[in-house]
């Protein structure tokens, strides 16, 4: 039976690289690590690309491929390791470099993995669950991997999919511009999924199959949580709640869950499986942030439109969450390099970024700041906050709207939120 799934997969490996794909951002810095002797672990939900991305990696050298999210394997209920190499080894002869795909579906697979590092092989792994990268990876590949991690399309990597062309006139001729704010309303409604962008699938159908899945897989079936329906719909609600405020009690009180500790386990499940971030609020003390009520975004804007229950698309609320995501692609780790912040007279600022120990950035997402009282809402927000952080950039990312404020010697830049998306960042 082994036998038979690697040779087929072989085949399939094949097929998959003959196959032209989108360039993803992550790829130079991937390739960086690629010939060090380091596990290279790629992270993400299902569907984002993990796998592509780590079949186009290794393009260029011999390499054995294995994947564990095989339905013959889950039937046969387990896999010898040892026999697994021999059949590896007697389909590729003597190659030392292997990519495993969806390694979290082996029990004990870190030994595993271990075991076969120690020997010298050059290992890829991917999988679709943030646990892989905090305990099991903590405590057995301690300082012997580098994470990587793959999420739906950034803007850029959206662009390319539809093949848009950016030229140094895009911005100034009206026909360019309107094209691409066509494109950022799309990818504002349907998200990044490559699938989605791709293949021209219907969002909505395909994302709230795929978010049901990636419940069901990832999350019940994983942790073997035997509420299923309440897990589900602590999920369903945490998304219809996007970038707004939770605080466990009141979801205890909304979702009639059984207590607190329950609640929290949940959450982080959903985490791990690269559904939702929650985000803490911004304060030196630890028990502030800690006490606070948290923010959740969902992974993929798509999955908002997909699974929301919305009388009209909250285009602000979007947009926070597209902004989010993208602050999350380009690395900034969310409750450590990014909050949110409240100020001393309570009022809020969507995002405060921090480099190392410094607070670098504070941005506001607003859809129109067209009207003076929206205008002195988000300014006011953003000059108390800093002053009493002491942060000179200030940002209000807006649809399609280019200006600057000065108020008590203190810039801050509206920006268009397609200018900010198209930004390069330094790695």
Not at 330 to 342: H, M
Request: net charge positive.
């Amino acid at each position: 039976m082994l036998k038979d799934i690697v040779t087929n997969q072989k085949r399939q490996k094949e097929q998959l690289q003959a196959l032209s794909y989108i360039d993803r951002t992550k790829e130079p810095f991937a390739k960086k690590w690629l010939d060090s002797n380091l596990i290279k672990v790629v992270l993400g939900p299902r569907r984002a690309g993990k796998s592509v991305f780590s079949l186009v990696l290794l393009k260029d050298r011999p390499f054995m491929y294995f994947n564990f999210d095989d339905e013959v394997l889950s039937s046969a209920g387990g896999i010898a390791t040892d026999e697994l190499m021999k059949e590896l080894h007697a389909a590729y002869g003597q190659v030392k470099t292997i990519f495993f795909d969806e390694i979290q579906n082996l029990s004990n697979w870190e030994l595993f993995v271990n075991r076969l590092h120690r020997e010298g092989y050059n290992l890829v792994l991917t999988g679709s669950n943030a646990h892989l990268l905090s305990t099991e990876l903590a405590t057995h590949l301690t300082g012997r991997h580098i994470p990587i991690e793959i999420l739906p399309f950034d803007f850029n990597e959206f662009l390319r999919a539809k093949k848009f062309q950016i030229d140094a006139e895009y911005g100034a001729l009206p026909q360019k511009r309107g094209e691409l704010l066509n494109l950022v309303e799309s990818y504002l409604q349907n998200g990044g999924f490559p699938e989605v962008v791709v293949s021209n699938l219907d969002p909505k159908d395909y994302l709230e199959i795929l978010f049901d899945a990636l419940l069901f897989k990832d999350v019940v079936k994983r942790h073997k949580v035997k509420f299923s329906t309440q897990i589900g719909n602590l999920g369903a609600h945490l998304i219809n709640i996007f970038a707004n405020l939770y605080t466990v009690r009141k979801l205890l009180e909304i979702l009639n869950l059984k207590s607190a500790s329950t609640t929290e386990k949940y959450i982080k499940y959903l985490e791990e499986a690269y559904l939702i971030f929650s985000l803490l609020r911004y304060s030196p003390k630890s028990v502030q942030r800690i006490k606070s009520p948290r923010k959740v975004y969902a992974v993929d804007n798509g999955f908002i439109s997909a699974k929301a229950i919305q009388h009209s698309p909250d285009k602000g609320r979007l947009m926070e969450n597209l902004v989010f995501t993208e602050l999350v692609k380009r690395g900034v780790k969310p409750n450590r390099d990014l909050f949110y912040y409240k100020t001393r007279n309570g009022r809020e600022v969507d995002f405060l970024v921090r480099k190392g120990i410094e607070v670098t950035e504070l941005i506001q997402v607003c859809y129109e700041a067209v009207t003076l009282d929206v205008e002195q809402r988000e300014v006011k927000a953003l000059l108390e906050a800093s002053e009493e952080l002491n942060v000179k950039k200030m940002t209000v990312l807006t649809w399609d709207e280019t200006r600057e404020i000065k108020k008590d010697g203190r810039a801050i830049q509206f920006r268009p939120l397609w200018d900010w998306l198209l930004e390069k960042v330094q790695d």
